[in-house]
């Protein structure tokens, strides 16, 4: 007989946001306006917390399980790849 033990643990990610970029989060909602235009993301995820600190935006979980894990990995490519485009 096996037993699995869910591991919640502290995890976030930092994403740097480029000069001559502006970024916004409202919620959810992802904005992001460069000197290519403006783009905006919904991200309604269960249990991340979006926030923006100086030029950095913080995603993470104080109790994240593997799912919130693959999810804050999903969410910090999209972003990286919209900074990428906006730049």
Do not use: Y
Not at 3 to 14: A, D, P, S, T, V
Not at 31 to 37: F, P, Q, T, W
């Amino acid at each position: 007989m096996h037993i699995f033990i869910k591991m919640k643990q502290e995890l976030f990610q930092q994403i740097e946001i480029p000069e001559g970029v502006e970024a916004n989060i409202d919620g959810d909602s992802f904005s992001v306006k460069g000197k290519e235009g403006e783009l905006k993301r919904d991200f309604k995820i269960p249990g991340l917390v979006f926030e923006k600190k100086d030029n950095h935006i913080i995603i993470g979980s104080k109790k994240a399980t593997k799912r919130e894990k693959k999810n804050m990995n999903t969410i910090t490519a999209h972003i990286k790849n919209i900074r990428k485009c906006w730049c």
